[in-house]
C-alpha cells in the first residue's frame, strides 16, 4: 500500500490559481505512475490529470488541458497540480492516487489520498 497526502485545497474566486501537493513515500515514482481525480457533489469521481516517470508522459481530461499544470518533484516524492483560470465547475474534492501504469482509468488505481477540497465560487 501507497500512502498519499494531498494538501493545498481552498476556497478561490473564478478566474483563480491553486496548487494541489501530493506527498508520497520515497521511491515511489520509480515503480508507479500518479493520478489526480476529482469528484463533485452527486456526480462520479472522475480523471484530471496523471504523470510518470517510468513511462515518461502525462495526460489530462479535455476539460482541463490548457489550464492545468501536473508536475512532480522526483527528489521531495511530491506531484503538484498547477490549476489556473480555475472555474465553479472545478469545484470537487481531488485525490492523489498511484498506479502501476499510466492510465486515465480508475480502476488501475489501486492507492489513494483522503482528498483535499477545492471550492470556486465569488
Known amino acids: 500500500q501507497v500512502p498519499l497526502v494531498e494538501s493545498g485545497g481552498g476556497l478561490v474566486q473564478p478566474g483563480g490559481s491553486l496548487r494541489l501537493s501530493c506527498a508520497a513515500p520515497e521511491r515511489t515514482f520509480s515503480s508507479y505512475a500518479m493520478g489526480w481525480f476529482r469528484q463533485a457533489p452527486g456526480k462520479e469521481r472522475e480523471f484530471v490529470s496523471a504523470?510518470?516517470?517510468?513511462?515518461?508522459?502525462?495526460l489530462y481530461a479535455d476539460s482541463v488541458k490548457g489550464r492545468f499544470t501536473i508536475s512532480g518533484d522526483y527528489a521531495k516524492n511530491t506531484v503538484y497540480l498547477e490549476m489556473n483560470s480555475l472555474k465553479p465547475e472545478d469545484t470537487a474534492i481531488y485525490y492523489c492516487?498511484?498506479?502501476?501504469?499510466?492510465?486515465?482509468?480508475?480502476?488501475?488505481?489501486?492507492?489513494w489520498g483522503q482528498g483535499t477540497q477545492v471550492t470556486v465560487s465569488s
Open positions: 504523470i510518470s516517470w517510468i513511462f515518461g508522459g502525462t
Open positions: 492516487a498511484a498506479s502501476r501504469t499510466l492510465s486515465t482509468e480508475e480502476s488501475e488505481y489501486n492507492d
